[in-house]
């Protein structure tokens, strides 16, 4: 069975930093965009950042640009580190794979997708 894990999401005063882990289980992610979206309350999904198969091409929101950064272990673990976080950053972040991706805010492109994880910034 194919499963991407969230973790290290919490509650974090505004201005402080939090680093996000999705680990691949079943199978190896190494071919694979992998990216991270997010979701508030009453919000849809929407795209924060992804990263190419070889970790050599990354790409953000603009809401999240010069803040977040996200990298792979090529492994199976793939990080969004965050720093500077706003409570408007409140969400809950989910991790995704892609075999092949053409439109990186499409959901639809996505193969995989993890349950998630809550991250809170307080103000």
């Known amino acids: 069975q194919v499963q991407l894990i969230e973790s290290g999401g919490g509650l974090v005063q505004a201005g402080g930093s939090l680093r996000l882990s999705c680990a691949a289980s079943g199978r190896t992610f190494s071919s694979f965009a992998m990216a991270w979206f997010r979701q508030a309350a009453g919000k849809e999904r929407e795209f924060v950042a992804v990263i190419n198969s070889n970790g050599g091409s990354t790409s953000y929101a603009d809401s999240v640009k010069g803040r977040f950064t996200i990298s792979r272990d090529n492994a199976k673990t793939v990080y969004l580190q965050m720093n500077s976080l706003k409570p408007e950053d409140t969400a809950v972040y989910y991790c995704?794979?892609?075999?092949?991706?053409?439109?990186?805010?499409?959901?639809?492109?996505?193969?995989?997708w993890g349950q998630g994880t809550q991250v809170t910034v307080s103000s």
């Open positions: 995704a794979a892609a075999r092949r991706l053409f439109n990186k805010s499409r959901l639809g492109e996505y193969d995989y």
